[in-house]
């Protein structure tokens, strides 16, 4: 049974399983009584899991062939696969996305102070504090919640050595501004690519910008290997050392020649990457017929706007980004509660931004200061569900309750 096979038939069983209700009022919503709008939670980064059958034959092809992990066949192919997607010459596949960012910048000699935006999820920071690297919060525009090259430029020190920008919710970073930095100030320059997988910026699909960039493919990503990543790049050196660095420092059975880590993609989350390959296109369909259906039933009620994609891009449309306005009839939080006691489970990210969390916030107790905007729309942005598991009639339910919390008396 092939993807479209298993989501149609999916979609039909909850339909008929489940009679959504109607919600013309606040007094339709489960906050003010009345029953919840779906049996079942909808999560926020279901996982997008392909054909289960082609899963399963390479999974008993691994275990037949007794080859588990240690750069096998599956994850070398993988290799291959998600280079010539992306239009680069290297992928080097890692257990996830934080051992990738941390293998990225040991690579690049990053030391010192690397710039970084706040908006973003923890393990940017995380990934540089690891390594004792300091990771200094960079302010976002608040139109298209990426670094703002002015606020990189103000952040700079004599002990800055790199940028890493954060193309975050798959929308492309200001790469080329931020070049222009890198070169002005004679800083590396890299990406945090774990929302982009098969987003594009001018045509050419992230992934061959900077020096190197970094996917995660986390179960949540829009495309997952259970749990995974990989630093993609076109510079050969950096991509020998980041393959050393990942597997122990080994070159050859008894020689290591450099200080390394366990980085390895075990076989099976190769095997679970290639088969989500196959179906990639399937996801990006669906994800773009709930975006849109998002964005005509949102653009009607005053006081939500949502984050648009650019459709000349290529998008993966993971993300429903929502702002809610102060003049919205209910807090943005209130709305979320609202949205839980439906069981939408919907999410603030990235509140309240990795300055106001440890250990940053005891570093720079000062640092929200200098984020204004990042501040900002960490308070007003609400994530919600999409993905192969979210119908459009799920959309519509979801924008039923949104209507009726904008018709809730202030
Ligand atoms: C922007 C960003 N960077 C890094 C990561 C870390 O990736 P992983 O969970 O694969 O370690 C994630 C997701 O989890 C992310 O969203």
Same mark, same amino acid.
């Given at each position: 049974?092939?993807?479209?096979?298993?989501?149609?038939?999916?979609?039909?069983?909850?339909?008929?399983?489940?009679?959504?209700?109607?919600?013309?009022?606040?007094?339709?919503?489960? #906050?003010?009584?009345?029953?919840?709008?779906? =049996?079942? =939670?909808?999560?926020?980064?279901?996982?997008? #899991?392909?054909?289960?059958?082609?899963?399963?034959?390479?999974?008993?092809? +691994?275990?037949?062939?007794?080859?588990?992990?240690?750069?096998?066949?599956?994850?070398?192919?993988?290799?291959?696969?998600?280079?010539?997607?992306?239009?680069?010459?290297?992928?080097?596949?890692?257990?996830?996305?934080?051992?990738?960012?941390? +293998?990225?910048?040991?690579?690049? @000699?990053?030391?010192?102070?690397?710039?970084?935006?706040?908006?973003?999820? #923890?393990?940017?920071?995380?990934?540089?504090?690891?390594?004792? $690297?300091?990771?200094?919060?960079?302010?976002?525009?608040?139109?298209?919640?990426?670094?703002?090259?002015?606020?990189?430029?103000?952040?700079?020190? =004599?002990?800055?050595?790199?940028? #890493?920008?954060?193309?975050?919710?798959?929308?492309?970073?200001?790469?080329?501004?931020?070049?222009?930095?890198?070169?002005?100030?004679?800083?590396?320059?890299?990406?945090?690519?774990?929302?982009?997988?098969?987003?594009?910026?001018?045509?050419?699909?992230?992934?061959?910008?900077?020096?190197?960039?970094?996917?995660?493919?986390?179960?949540?990503?829009?495309?997952?290997?259970?749990?995974?990543?990989? /630093? /993609?790049?076109?510079?050969?050196?950096?991509?020998?050392?980041?393959?050393?660095?990942?597997?122990?420092?080994?070159?050859?059975? @008894?020689?290591?020649?450099?200080?390394?880590?366990?980085?390895?993609?075990?076989?099976?989350?190769?095997?679970?990457?290639?088969?989500?390959?196959?179906?990639?296109?399937?996801?990006?369909?669906?994800?773009?017929?709930?975006?849109?259906?998002?964005?005509?039933?949102?653009?009607?009620? =005053?006081?939500?706007?949502?984050?648009?994609?650019?459709?000349?891009?290529?998008?993966?449309?993971?993300? $429903?980004?929502?702002? &809610?306005?102060?003049?919205?009839?209910?807090?943005? @939080?209130?709305?979320?509660?609202?949205?839980?006691?439906?069981?939408?489970?919907?999410?603030?990210?990235?509140?309240?931004?990795?300055?106001?969390?440890?250990?940053?916030?005891?570093?720079?107790?000062?640092?929200?200061?200098?984020?204004?905007?990042?501040?900002?729309?960490?308070?007003?942005? /609400?994530?919600?569900?999409?993905?192969?598991?979210?119908?459009?009639?799920? &959309?519509?339910? $979801?924008?039923?309750?949104?209507?009726?919390?904008?018709?809730?008396?202030?």
């Amino acid at each position: 049974m092939g993807t479209t096979t298993t989501i149609r038939k999916t979609a039909a069983k909850v339909a008929t399983l489940t009679r959504l209700k109607q919600v013309r009022s606040p007094a339709d919503l489960a #906050i003010n009584g009345a029953p919840a709008m779906f =049996p079942e =939670p909808l999560h926020v980064g279901r996982p997008n #899991i392909g054909d289960h059958k082609s899963f399963l034959q390479r999974a008993s092809d +691994i275990l037949d062939g007794g080859w588990l992990t240690n750069n096998g066949p599956v994850a070398q192919e993988f290799e291959q696969r998600v280079a010539s997607f992306l239009g680069v010459k290297h992928c080097v596949a890692m257990c996830n996305g934080t051992i990738a960012l941390e +293998i990225a910048t040991r690579a690049l @000699d990053l030391k010192g102070e690397v710039i970084v935006p706040s908006y973003t999820f #923890i393990a940017t920071a995380h990934a540089l504090q690891w390594q004792e $690297i300091t990771p200094i919060f960079a302010d976002i525009d608040p139109a298209t919640h990426n670094l703002d090259p002015a606020a990189v430029w103000r952040m700079i020190t =004599p002990r800055t050595t790199g940028i #890493i920008g954060v193309h975050l919710w798959g929308r492309p970073s200001p790469v080329k501004e931020l070049e222009a930095i890198g070169r002005e100030h004679d800083l590396r320059l890299m990406f945090d690519a774990s929302h982009g997988f098969g987003c594009s910026l001018g045509g050419k699909l992230l992934g061959g910008f900077g020096e190197c960039e970094v996917f995660s493919f986390h179960a949540t990503k829009f495309f997952n290997t259970f749990e995974g990543g990989a /630093v /993609v790049t076109d510079n050969d050196a950096l991509a020998e050392k980041m393959r050393l660095m990942r597997n122990f420092g080994f070159s050859g059975y @008894d020689n290591v020649i450099y200080p390394g880590t366990n980085g390895k993609m075990t076989e099976i989350a190769a095997a679970m990457g290639l088969t989500n390959l196959e179906d990639l296109e399937e996801f990006i369909a669906i994800n773009r017929r709930n975006y849109k259906c998002y964005q005509n039933c949102i653009a009607s009620i =005053p006081g939500l706007t949502m984050l648009g994609y650019d459709e000349s891009e290529h998008n993966n449309y993971q993300y $429903i980004v929502v702002e &809610v306005a102060p003049y919205f009839p209910v807090s943005r @939080d209130r709305m979320i509660e609202v949205l839980r006691a439906e069981n939408v489970l919907a999410r603030r990210y990235f509140w309240p931004g990795c300055h106001n969390m440890e250990p940053y916030r005891s570093f720079y107790p000062h640092a929200g200061l200098l984020l204004p905007k990042t501040n900002a729309v960490a308070e007003r942005v /609400v994530v919600l569900p999409t993905g192969s598991a979210v119908s459009t009639a799920d &959309v519509e339910a $979801i924008c039923s309750i949104l209507r009726a919390a904008a018709l809730t008396p202030r």
